[in-house]
């Protein structure tokens, strides 16, 4: 049996953030903002995105990256958000692209985020 090394070919951060005020979750355009800021920062590419607004609430963005993927799921009722990114390649960074996210949250609501 031959052995293979193991090589990892990219880079994954899955985060869920709590204490957040329900009137940004529910604020697609504040989301969009700090998400393009968060890839821009990260040192990532965009290829397309889409944002899907659910009833009664909540909202799931997507943004396509040459180096993979972000993508985020917000509870209002439950005051939080679910963000993953994932990048191939040793440019971007999804550590990056998250805490951009964070600091922007906690920026616009004046409070640090759990």
Do not use: R, W
């Not at 393009?36 to 799931?60: C, D, Q, R």
């Not at 990114?85 to 951009?100: H, M, N, Q, R, V």
């Amino acid at each position: 049996m031959t052995k293979h090394k193991f090589t990892s070919i990219g880079k994954h951060c899955i985060c869920d953030i709590y204490d957040i005020d329900a009137s940004l979750l529910h604020d697609a355009k504040f989301l969009d903002k700090i998400c393009l800021g968060g890839i821009e920062n990260g040192k990532a590419s965009l290829v397309k995105k889409g944002i899907h607004k659910f009833s009664p609430y909540g909202l799931t963005g997507f943004y396509v990256l040459s180096e993979s993927h972000l993508s985020y799921h917000t509870y209002p009722e439950h005051n939080m958000i679910m963000v993953d990114a994932f990048t191939c390649g040793d440019t971007a960074s999804p550590l990056e692209i998250i805490k951009y996210i964070i600091s922007k949250i906690e920026e616009s609501q004046n409070k640090k985020v759990k």
